[in-house]
């Protein structure tokens, strides 16, 4: 079933989730009843949302997360305090629930769903723009925020606590400590693990090592009466810097999907048709007030935090549905008395009416966008009659050495750059620049990159990744694809691609500082040729080991360090006494 509908719905651009959802409702017990028991399944399948975290952690570095810091303790504390309190207001007033139990179904309804929007800006390459980050942000804080809402529905509730369970202040000491233990044990014990494993060689340990890390972060949490799913996103983020990352990545991801289809067919299982069926005007109704709620809501927090107002529109309608969590606090505040389980299998109903609209809704978000774009920058793009032989995406210093060196060959060459103050100045020494996007095939295909002999890639950083550069190899195979790589980091991690070329961005210009900084301290010219020769070589040998093994420490042995120096002292000897002959011969 699961295959049928999505295909069906994939062909119809409604994505993915719809379709695991529409197929869990037929299969399930409110269905067809083919299959029954979704909570059990439902608690298999989370895993899916635990390897997905996991996946994204994979993609943050530390320093990435600091700097996103804004957006998620300010933007997302916010999102969820005044969503929560909205929704718990239109609740209270429309219902006749008491406040407790309006709050308790209120705040779970100000999550969003993870599961559904992190992968849709996966696969629509937009996880790592600033819209995406700023999405991701909130997600994050409410994935974080899970903790302190369960402590409000304990805080509410009208049964004696478990003896089990910790107070809340104790599980805010369990958080920071379980962070931190995280953070110890993937730097002291995982990267290690995955180094001897890399030295091995045998790839059913990865995946089995890979496997272990999440669930073990996970089961960490879970025992600690914590998120799961922060346990695994935190093991992502501590594994960022290895060298095994990527194989990590492909090892995992495979479960990952297949988990996450899951989930979303549990979710429609869950699903009670005869609820819907008994108060169907009640359930739209309601399904549709918390979107327009949230949307509005989150639209004014944007706008308050100084987004232009498309992307905070696109940000509004991406985030307005209900979240999987919301399942899980149903549930505890049904068991709090706050709630009747009639009650909580008709919220659960709206939840899951309310993710449906979420692929519709994503493709108006992608619109808003996309016209955002043209609309704010105000700049000429490419406007499908450019012919060329090569297009250069990214016209800064770097670019406009390459650019030049085309157009002294007499190759016709397009532009494109997406910094308006970069094609500003550039029109002032005729250069005509187009304003886009480089990456977007959309744009490059427009620029006349199905005809180009090439497509070089300029852009300064390490944010150009696989996920960009592979659509962009499978719609034109006919251009050779040259990067600017900003290290031998970032070549690692698009050594996998097939790439035409690759040139780290500063390692001309450092050796030829080299050669200066040797000539400075007396080495002879001869010598000097004879250094950059060997460092070269040894250079680019350590380079090829690395890309494929993914080890940076890879021939480590053939870096130059104090003890470990050419043997130059004949060539020196040499050197002198010719430079003594030409001297007495002048």
Not at 43 to 56: K, M, S
Not at 449 to 455: G, H, K, S, T
Request: charged share 20%; net charge negative; proline share 4%.
């Amino acid at each position: 079933m699961a295959i049928v509908f999505v295909l069906l719905f994939r062909r119809l651009g409604l994505g993915a989730t719809l379709g695991y959802l529409v197929a869990g409702a037929l299969v399930g017990p409110h269905g067809l009843a083919l299959i029954g028991d979704a909570e059990a399944k439902l608690g298999i399948a989370e895993l899916g949302i635990v390897l997905l975290l996991f996946l994204v952690g994979l993609e943050l570095h530390p320093n990435r997360l600091w700097r996103l810091r804004r957006d998620i303790f300010g933007l997302g504390l916010v999102q969820v305090a005044l969503c929560g309190a909205a929704i718990s207001a239109v609740i209270f007033l429309t219902t006749g629930f008491s406040w407790a139990a309006a709050l308790a179904l209120g705040l779970p309804l100000a999550l969003s769903s993870t599961a559904q929007v992190l992968p849709m800006l996966q696969s629509a390459g937009r996880l790592n723009t600033p819209s995406g980050e700023r999405a991701f942000s909130v997600l994050l804080f409410q994935d974080l925020s899970i903790v302190p809402l369960i402590t409000i529905i304990a805080a509410l509730s009208r049964t004696p606590p478990a003896p089990d369970a910790p107070p809340g202040w104790l599980l805010g000491l369990y958080t920071v400590g379980a962070v931190i233990g995280l953070v110890l044990i993937g730097r002291f014990v995982m990267n290690p693990l995955f180094k001897v494993i890399g030295r091995l060689g045998e790839r059913e340990l990865f995946v089995a090592a890979g496997l272990f890390a999440v669930i073990a972060a996970a089961a960490l949490m879970e025992a600690l009466h914590l998120s799961a799913a922060l346990g695994a996103f935190i093991a992502g983020v501590m594994l960022a810097d290895s060298p095994y990352r990527h194989e990590l990545e492909a090892d995992v991801e495979p479960f990952r999907t297949i988990l996450l289809g899951l989930f979303f067919i549990a979710v429609g299982m869950l699903l009670d048709l005869h609820v819907i069926a008994e108060r169907p005007l009640f359930v739209i109704a309601m399904a549709l007030a918390v979107v327009a709620t949230k949307a509005v809501v989150m639209f004014g927090i944007a706008r308050v935090f100084g987004v232009a107002w498309r992307s905070a529109l696109a940000f509004a309608l991406l985030l307005s549905q209900g979240g999987e969590f919301a399942f899980v606090l149903f549930a505890q505040a049904q068991n709090a008395l706050l709630i009747a389980p009639e009650a909580a299998s008709l919220f659960s109903a709206i939840v899951t009416l309310s993710m449906v609209t979420t692929p519709i809704l994503m493709m108006v978000a992608q619109r808003f966008l996309n016209k955002g774009v043209k609309a704010e920058e105000d700049r000429p793009g490419p406007d499908g009659n450019q012919t060329g032989d090569a297009i250069v995406v990214g016209y800064g210093r770097f670019g406009q050495t390459v650019a030049q060196m085309l157009v002294a060959s007499g190759s016709q060459v397009t532009l494109i750059d997406n910094k308006a103050s970069q094609i500003e100045q550039s029109g002032k020494f005729g250069m005509k620049v187009h304003y886009g996007d480089g990456t977007r095939v959309d744009i490059l295909r427009l620029a006349g990159a199905a005809d180009a002999r090439a497509i070089i890639f300029c852009v300064d950083g390490n944010d150009l990744g696989k996920a960009q550069l592979q659509p962009i190899l499978n719609a034109f195979p006919k251009a050779a694809v040259l990067v600017r790589t900003f290290d031998r980091r970032h070549m690692m991690d698009l050594a996998r691609l097939d790439l035409n070329g690759m040139v780290r961005e500063l390692f001309e210009s450092a050796v030829l500082l080299g050669r200066h900084a040797l000539e400075a301290v007396g080495v002879s010219d001869r010598n000097i040729d004879k250094v950059e020769a060997e460092y070269r070589r040894r250079d680019g040998s350590r380079l090829e080991a690395q890309m494929e093994t993914g080890d940076l420490a890879a021939l480590r042995d053939q870096m130059f360090i104090p003890g470990r120096a050419l043997d130059l002292s004949e060539d020196e000897d040499e050197g002198e006494k010719g430079n003594g002959e030409a001297q007495r011969e002048g």
